[in-house]
């Protein structure tokens, strides 16, 4: 009960901050090398209660030793989570350089992947699961690439992303401000999705009759109840044809 009380008032103090809460602008351009030395430093691959919390529910459906393919994998901490979960053999495929050295010194597979150019998807090796987490709404066109990667999956293809109906984010906007999806720069988003637009969207793209919605993270207990006002996020899985 304690748990779930200290629980409540993190996730309450995290809403004020999303209501209220402008960052610092950040003009430079971003060096994604920079930023994992300069942020990340001896925390790199180590993970995040919501990263955790949001691999569990892509974990349930992975067999043990299955191949899985993380684009935009990052510094890798969910995916090394996921290996020493599930024994998987994975690839990763980032922008970063340093990133991906890491990933290396950890023994994984990398491949260096722009997603800025998805004639690159080509290269990309198939797998039982692909996995995309935290990097559609970075994409001004993530219906394009969908459609070039599903062809990289075997069995199914998981990705993650925001939830703006999130209710910090409608009271931020009642209060005459855009849902604060930002650190550094407000470009950082580009595409942005409720869980009725998530719904319409992957039945226009024809994948609703073969996906799984989850919400993860937001207040716990009511984000099962009405997951699309006190969810943060969502996990989806479509499967393969």
Known sequence: MLGLVNEFGFQARHALKLIFRYPKLNLDE???????????????GQTSLFQRRRADLVAADLAEGASVLDVGCGDGA?????????????CAAD???????????????????????ADA?????????????EVLEHMPNPEAFLKRIEGKAKRSIFFSIPNTGYFAYRVRL???????????????HVRFWTRKDLDWWLRELGYLD??????????????R???????????VKIEAK
Do not use: C
């Open 121 to 133: 998807i080509a290269s990309l090796p198939v797998v039982d699961h692909v996995f995309l987490f």
């Open 174 to 188: 009642l209060l005459g401000r855009t849902a604060m999806q930002w650190r550094s720069h407000p470009g950082e």
């Open 210 to 223: 073969r996906s799984v919605v989850r919400v993860y993270e937001g207040f716990p207990i009511l984000n």
């Open 30 to 44: 971003v060096d994604y090398d920079a930023y994992w030395d300069s942020k990340r430093k001896d925390r790199m």
């Open 95 to 117: 922008i970063s350089d340093r990133a991906l050295q890491f990933l290396e010194s950890k023994g994984v597979r990398t491949i260096r992947f722009d997603m800025n150019h």
């Open 78 to 90: 969910v995916l090394l989570y996921l290996i020493e979960k599930k024994k998987l053999n994975a």
């Open 225 to 235: 109840i009405w997951g699309s006002l006190f969810g943060m996020g969502f996990v």
